[in-house]
């Protein structure tokens, strides 16, 4: 049954995505656009044998991902944006203590309660983190409801083969929308956690878990190996979809539910004789600077484009260091109505012809 | 003939160092935690969470595993063991700042859903471990860094008392107030600990003991002092007492 293709919302995808991912305890206060996955496991986890339980808020939601984290087993908290704000004390903690866990946040527009349009806001957010401290939240972002089920996936393995917080970062698009997407089996080894857990002290010696570390060698040490992490991962589990890059002018930058869209434009450029490509990047935390680096050698320039006033964009520029003359456009919208095919592809015309014809001429007729 | 006087409990750490100030209750009250898991047999099985506060050193102290929480979310981190390790025993060990102030969400709402933990509440009426400020317990009167003419309820409000208002929540099994002044009270608080330790072997609901504890460093007094201040003005506002059982019912 759950290898066929069915109709699915992207929060369904997402809460069985992580019931056959092995989730044995789900903790959640309800938000919008998010809460069908409250909803879908409050029956689920208890029928498969699991644990849910409905936290009073957000701070204890984490707090209790912290708890269950530290036992070893995959465990799962969702939210939204404003709510996941309240989180950021817990998921320091959780990376400090290097405890796997997954978090998924479905972006609304903000500031503040902003409203539950589509919004990719929350970038800086996840991947600069709001917590204290020297820390990074893995950060996948999937940009179709499959991706939402594989990515699901991939967050779990990340995060307990690396014991690091994971964060899914969807939005109200992708977790409201639906499409053929196929729940298949979890494709990933299981990775043995009983070397560190804590399950009590029987016949080994007590372990504890703790942020705290007043040696100043040891606390630097710490962060020196976190950071040493979360190399390790961007090498061995970096994800990104390169589409026309091979000879293309001007690259478009783009992630998650927009990036679907800016495709369609380019591909609409194609058609129109542009030489443009897309990249858009899946992991965006730790940021695939040496990739974006690559491609820029190769352009003559780079259009950037999110649902938010320029926060990837700093990545983007940042992975420009050394690479000379690249000129970086931006177009953005923070939040409400979504950009169109139409839209975007005037942007990226407009953009060539600025930036492309101009150096080769063909412009200025 | 040789008699045992006195033996470490197996669930106190070998190379344990009391890192608590001299004349602290702390002490009296982490060795009864210990007695009560040695005696009920748990230590093996036990996980327990050491919050913000004096009591963060509990991980050199129990011989048992133990996680950190956040400062007040000591609760909600033992749900989360708790409900993904149910065959495990899991206790909290947490100062009345942590507790009834940042903590107080996180401890009612684990007590409404019945979470079979065991937490103990060490109340000293002040926030010790930053040095002497005024807490959600410190007395009308009471001088701290916080309040350097004495608690005025006009300005700073009243004390809060904590077991009165947990032994309302249904899904509290057992919640006692002891104190440690004298050895009659230590056996009695130890009693207690453990009455609230079987509320959790039982499965009948959260465990819930609150210590009255002194802090002679920052009260500025002898702990001979500070034990007469827990037997005097404290224990009038603070009765001790059990104020719930559902464990001796039970049995």
Known sequence: MKKEKKLLKGNYAIAQAAIEAGCQSYFAYPITPQSEIAEYMSSAMPENGRAYVAAESEVAAISMVLGAGSTGVKTMTSSSSCAVALMQEGLSFIASDEIPCVLVNVMRAGPGLGYIYASQGDYFQTTKGGGNGDYKIVTYAPSSVQECIDLTYKCFYVSQKYRTPVCLLADGMLAQMMEPAIVGEYPYEEIDQTSWALDGAKNRKPRFIASLDPDQESLRKRVVKLFEKYKKILDEENMFEKYEIEGAKLVVTAFGSIARIVKAAVKKARKNGLNVGLFRPIMLNPFPEKIVAEIAQKVDGILDIELNCGQMLQDIKSSLAGVKNIPVEFFGRPAGKMMTVDEIYEQIEHTYKKIVEKKYGTACI | ?251
Not at chain 2, 80 to 97: A, E, H, L, M, N
Request: proline share 4%; hydrophobic share 35%.
């Open chain 2, 1 to 251: 003939m040789e008699q045992l006087v006195y033996k470490r409990p197996e669930s106190i750490k070998e190379d344990f160092k009391i890192p608590f100030c001299p004349g602290c209750d702390h002490g009296v009250a982490v060795r009864l935690v210990a007695e009560v898991l040695d005696e009920l047999g748990l230590r093996e099985k036990t996980i327990g969470v050491a919050s913000v506060g004096c009591s963060v050193c509990s991980y050199d102290i129990f011989n048992v595993d133990i996680v950190e929480a956040q400062h007040g979310r000591s609760m909600a981190v033992a749900t989360g063991i708790k409900r993904s390790k149910p065959d495990k025993i899991v206790f909290t060990y947490q100062g009345d700042g942590d507790l009834a102030s940042i903590g107080i969400a996180e401890t009612i709402h684990a007590m409404a859903r019945g979470e079979k933990i065991t937490t103990i509440c060490i109340n000293n009426t002040t926030y010790g471990m930053t040095g002497g400020q005024a807490g959600p317990t410190t007395l009308l009167g009471q001088v701290t860094t916080t309040t350097v003419n004495g608690r005025n309820s006009e300005t700073s409000g009243f004390p809060l008392k904590i077991s009165e208002l947990l032994k309302e929540i249904d899904g509290v099994a057992y919640v006692a107030r002891v104190s440690l002044d004298s050895p009659k009270s230590i056996m009695n608080a130890k009693k207690s600990i453990k009455r609230a330790f079987e509320a959790q072997v039982k499965g009948l609901g959260t465990g819930f003991v609150e210590i009255l504890s002194t802090c002679p460093t920052n009260w500025k007094m002898t702990p001979q002092q500070a034990h007469e201040r827990v037997r005097g003005e404290m224990s009038e506002v603070f009765v001790p007492g059990v104020y719930k059982d559902k464990v001796s019912e039970a049995i």
